[in-house]
């Protein structure tokens, strides 16, 4: 169906790229960052919100879907979009991090996953084949095939045999895949070696994907790690396919990332501090609870332009946030989906004009971050 | 300045008044039913979605704000209008009635109350002065008198005592307020007795305020004895005067009180309620969490065009409170606050035209209350 990547424009200085990926929902800008909605929302916002803070496509979690409400009743529903009311794009991952990371007791076979439910302990089966079906059913545009995630650190041997059962099981979820409106994107393994990244690229390479994602980093490695491997990583996949990083999202992430040739990121790090109350302003990242704050009547951001910023004041946000009052997390949620979304939005912009890296060292210097 | 209450209208067959009160954010229609924003926020939604949804006039608790943040910081930040980003009129309680019901070890004296607060033990001491001083900083546009409100039941000695103090102490707060931008409300107590309302009435109505409130009612008695009241403290009232009973309703209250000639309500229940996931529909109260609901992809009232009606299914909604999402608690606060606003719309709509009593009988039949 109408999946396109189209590439606008290459950095000359950097690896970034500025492109749109078509899908049935619409078109997505890339570089882009994608705000992740867990249960069929993203937490305390409505979909007015995200539309007004910038969000262009949003990211749903297939394990948590599956387990609660259940696919077949969004299914019914009419799926995904329809059951949370949002008409523009959705990516659903593929559940396998989910089921590695929070269920109980897995036990992996080549044929798929046990686990125990981590909240009521019920026991579930999931192959390639039955992720996918839950993913058809929810009907994102973009879906993931089933990976395993490994650990870090995590043996060298475990992660080469674990790539290539991830490699077996993307071929089943291809052939298990039969939407033709929505995209099934392969996952690159390989831990943080190079030549299993090299080797898993390959062989998902091989099975023809509209997309790629890069699995299995910010698991709790070194941030340094992390880019050592995005140094080499993007530059084995396709010019001609959108690549995805997945799990990240701090400002300095998303810059290191862009550079590097990354085109898609998502994370719940923006919301999820966001309900402990830190905000991400032009100067660097503070906590509204301080003290410091309690009289302070000007924006969260003094550079910001949002429905926040142009509203409310910092002490007003710090007495809702230490009230445990609910306008509180929405009001800091959505100054840093916005925050996130125009930082993109000016990233891509720097691209078009060729001053990525001069963007970075002005953004690096009054957030407070070391290039 | 510019207080000024004008009788539209009166109905022929019940004692409902049809008006509106001027402030200095706005005219107030009456009857009408104030959303409680106790800690400057009507919980979980934003001033736009107020007002958006009809409410016209929002109620805060000095009590709260005295203790955090403090009406100084209040003060300081511009009022609370400022503060909270909310432009129509407001309204503040006087404190009286959370002191006596929520701080610890209160002593009440001549003076005023000394209390500990219920959050961090720490010592206060109010008086009439001291609540008239918190309310001016506050600078809602209407205040309240500090009244003692006594428990129900209470014996009819103390309540006397009680209400005789409390006129000295309306007096007091009267000669202690020097805001002209602000009405300042006297409240007629005197429990369930008929010659004690008459007396406080008589009292307060004395000292000339440019209105009454009935407190001391919905304080734990049964529905039958408020209504017998309600029977016959009204008519103690000023017909030129708004008429405000306090702490009060439910759908069944809202309209019992205006055909008794009530002009103005607050209360919690329509937002505490949805917070637990129940709401108002045309047909009654639903629980939304109750398992009837899960593939129920319907409008939560089939006769609401609320934006919550017209955009999500009570599948979803039930999915979200389920999850304890917050989206789902905004969904259900609005439509609960946008049914009992519309409710009163459609009251002052059915005095206009002469027909409440069959309004409230064909809301009754379908509601499932008994006339």
């Not at 970034?16 to 929302?41: D, K």
């Not at 009907?139 to 993931?144: T, V």
């Not at 409106?181 to 023809?208: N, V």
């Amino acid at each position: 169906m109408s999946f396109e990547y189209t590439l606008h424009k290459e950095s000359n200085n950097t690896k970034a790229r500025l492109g749109e990926f078509s899908t049935p929902h619409g078109v997505i800008e890339t570089p882009i960052f994608m705000p992740v909605g867990t249960q069929a929302t993203v937490k305390t916002m409505t979909p007015e919100e995200l539309e007004e803070l910038g969000a262009q496509i949003i990211l749903s979690n297939t394990y948590h879907l599956y387990l609660r409400p259940g696919h077949e009743l969004i299914a019914e529903a009419g799926g995904l979009h329809e059951f949370m009311n949002w008409d523009r794009p959705i990516l659903t991952d593929s559940g396998g991090f989910q089921v590695f990371s929070l269920a109980d007791m897995r036990d992996i076979s080549e044929e798929g996953v046990e686990f125990q439910s981590h909240l009521d302990g019920s026991k579930h089966f999931i192959t390639p084949e039955k992720a996918t079906e839950i993913q058809m059913d929810l009907g994102a545009d973009i879906i993931m095939s089933f990976d395993e995630c490994p650990p870090y650190p995590a043996e060298k041997d475990y992660v080469k045999e674990s790539l290539e059962r991830t490699t077996r099981w993307a071929k089943r979820c291809k052939e298990a895949h039969t939407r033709d409106d929505q995209a099934l994107f392969g996952i690159i393994q390989g831990g943080m070696h190079r030549d299993l990244r090299e080797q898993s690229a390959k062989e998902i390479i091989d099975l023809d994907f509209p997309g790629y994602a890069l699995g299995g980093l910010s698991v709790g490695e070194a941030n340094e790690l992390m880019y050592e491997v995005l140094d080499y990583a993007p530059d084995l996949l396709p010019k001609n396919k959108p690549r995805y990083l997945m799990g990240v999202g701090t400002p300095q992430d998303l810059f290191e990332g862009v550079i590097r040739g990354i085109d898609m990121f998502d994370c719940v790090f923006p919301t999820r501090i966001a309900r402990n109350g830190a905000v991400f302003t032009s100067q660097g990242r503070i906590t509204i609870r301080n003290a410091t704050y309690k009289r302070q009547f000007t924006k969260l951001d003094p550079e910001c332009d949002c429905y926040v910023c142009n509203n409310y004041t910092r002490a007003y946000i710090r007495h809702l946030i230490k009230r445990n009052e609910v306008l509180g997390i929405r009001l800091t949620t959505y100054h840093n989906l916005y925050f996130l979304c125009s930082l993109m939005t000016k990233i891509r912009e720097a691209i078009s004009k060729g001053r990525l890296l001069e963007y970075q060292e002005e953004f690096y210097k009054k957030y407070g971050l070391d290039l």
